[in-house]
Nanobody, 115 residues
Framework: QVQLVESGGGLVQDGGSLRLSCAASGFDFRRYNMQWYRRSPGNQREWVAQITPGMNTAYPGSMRGRFTISRDNMKNMVYLQMSSLKPEDTAVYYC?????????WGQGTQVTVSS
């Protein structure tokens, strides 16, 4: 079955960097767009980044230039490199794939940015 397992979260200071990883399995990874989302306390889930099988990327304006999504189609891995982190980036970050009519999510990894 489809599995997405995130890792790499943690506590970082304002202005710091982190790299999140997502290990994907149970589907033909090379065929699908992959996304990162996040949810902070009291807020709705927010789209963070997308990457296509052909390595085309997209970001919301607030994250462009600070966040970089990448993937390794040989290892079935998706990454999110985050830099210049701010306290408002504190959230649980989720890996996501949409297959057929179904959304699949990982369990999330907590990122906390201290001021």
């Amino acid at each position: 079955q489809v599995q997405l397992v995130e890792s790499g979260g943690g506590l970082v200071q304002d202005g710091g960097s982190l790299r999140l990883s997502c290990a994907a399995s149970g589907f033909d990874f090379r065929r699908y767009n992959m996304q990162w989302y996040r949810r902070s306390p009291g807020n709705q889930r927010e789209w963070v980044a997308q990457i296509t099988p052909g390595m085309n990327t997209a970001y919301p304006g607030s994250m462009r230039g600070r966040f970089t999504i990448s993937r390794d189609n040989m290892k079935n891995m998706v990454y999110l490199q985050m830099s210049s982190l701010k306290p408002e980036d504190t959230a649980v970050y989720y890996c996501h794939v949409f297959i057929g009519q179904t959304h699949f999510w990982g369990q999330g990894t907590q990122v906390t940015v201290s001021s």
